[in-house]
């Protein structure tokens, strides 16, 4: 026994051990693993998370594979694996996935073994601003109005003319975890989905893990800051943050509940317990 106790001692490593370094491996994982927080207060098994989500995203079973990294009381961290990047890319192109118990963020993975307390509270959504009197929907002011509701990517409708047409302008921002800012990591995220950071704002939402209990929580706190908008909308008669997770061709309405809810829909995106 003292024999093996002492072996143990060749277990340590130290600062000055040479090892070798493959920093080929960690561009592998970039490339076909990401990382996700499930925000949700209900109870899901890795098995039921593999089926609903295989089927969402229409992928068979060789194809990819699910973990669960850890639990807490409003979520799961999740990690993912992807037989290919073309797959993995496809995925994260359109986050957040909605589901109706539940929302799903995800970013690509660079370090597992890093913390994620602090990640994964950041997630692109749609938005889009109306009654804006005329004479004030200049470059300058659109911008300064949709950063009311996050940081910005990008403003859509910079036509006058359309704007007043349409009765609204459009525009996307990153919506925010209270004290996060665009770090390295998310900066990383951001390219994958095809996003450029814009306008930083001090406005935020609180931490997900203080308060998104469930998605209906989070919801109710875009709906809260949305009546924050109209009554420090000056410049018009006013301003809602819609939420929505389409493309810029989509309908900006807020009908995320009532796409989660349309049981004659597509209904990709519904988390339903057998």
Same mark, same amino acid.
């Given at each position: !026994?003292?024999?093996?106790?002492?072996?143990?001692?060749n277990?340590?490593?130290?600062?000055?051990?040479?090892?070798?370094?493959?920093?080929?491996?960690s561009l592998?994982?970039t490339?076909?693993?990401?990382?996700?927080?499930?925000?949700?207060?209900?109870?899901?098994s890795r098995g039921?998370?593999?089926r609903?989500?295989g089927?969402i +995203?229409?992928?068979?079973? *060789?194809? +990819?594979?699910?973990?669960?990294?850890?639990?807490?009381?409003?979520?799961?961290?999740?990690?993912?694996?992807?037989?290919?990047?073309?797959? #993995?890319?496809?995925?994260?192109?359109?986050?957040? +996935?909605?589901?109706?118990?539940?929302?799903?963020?995800?970013e690509?993975?660079?370090?597992?073994?890093?913390?994620w307390?602090?990640?994964?509270?950041?997630?692109? /959504?749609?938005?889009?601003?109306?009654?804006?009197?005329v004479?004030?929907?200049t470059p300058?002011?659109i911008?300064?109005l949709?950063a009311?509701?996050?940081?910005? /990517?990008?403003?859509?409708n910079?036509?006058?003319?359309?704007?007043?047409?349409n009765?609204?302008f459009r525009?996307?921002? +990153?919506?925010?975890g209270?004290?996060?800012?665009?770090?390295? $990591?998310?900066k990383?995220?951001?390219?994958?989905?095809?996003l450029?950071? $814009?306008?930083?704002?001090s406005?935020?939402?609180?931490?997900?893990?203080?308060t998104?209990?469930s998605?209906?929580?989070?919801?109710?706190?875009? *709906?809260?800051?949305?009546?924050?908008?109209? #009554?420090?909308a000056?410049?018009?008669?006013?301003? /809602?943050?819609?939420?929505?997770?389409? $493309?810029?061709?989509g309908?900006m309405?807020?009908?995320v509940?009532k796409?989660?809810?349309?049981e $004659?829909?597509?209904?990709?995106?519904? !988390?339903?317990?057998?």
């Amino acid at each position: !026994m003292d024999e093996l106790l002492s072996k143990t001692h060749n277990l340590q490593v130290s600062d000055e051990d040479e090892w070798e370094v493959d920093k080929n491996l960690s561009l592998t994982i970039t490339k076909y693993n990401l990382r996700g927080r499930l925000c949700t207060t209900v109870e899901h098994s890795r098995g039921f998370l593999k089926r609903m989500l295989g089927g969402i +995203w229409r992928l068979k079973e *060789a194809e +990819w594979n699910i973990k669960i990294k850890d639990k807490f009381d409003s979520g799961l961290f999740l990690t993912f694996t992807f037989a290919s990047e073309s797959i #993995q890319s496809r995925i994260l192109s359109k986050m957040p +996935w909605y589901l109706s118990n539940g929302l799903l963020i995800l970013e690509k993975m660079e370090n597992s073994n890093d913390s994620w307390k602090n990640d994964l509270t950041c997630f692109p /959504i749609w938005g889009r601003a109306l009654g804006v009197t005329v004479d004030f929907l200049t470059p300058k002011n659109i911008v300064r109005l949709a950063a009311m509701a996050g940081e910005v /990517i990008t403003v859509h409708n910079s036509d006058v003319s359309k704007m007043v047409a349409n009765g609204y302008f459009r525009f996307q921002v +990153w919506m925010l975890g209270q004290g996060n800012h665009i770090t390295q $990591g998310k900066k990383v995220n951001q390219e994958a989905l095809g996003l450029v950071k $814009g306008v930083k704002t001090s406005n935020s939402f609180a931490s997900l893990d203080e308060t998104t209990t469930s998605v209906e929580t989070l919801l109710r706190e875009i *709906a809260s800051k949305t009546e924050s908008l109209t #009554q420090n909308a000056a410049v018009g008669q006013s301003l /809602i943050a819609q939420v929505n997770n389409e $493309g810029p061709g989509g309908m900006m309405e807020t009908e995320v509940d009532k796409r989660l809810g349309d049981e $004659g829909g597509r209904g990709k995106r519904r !988390m339903m317990e057998d």
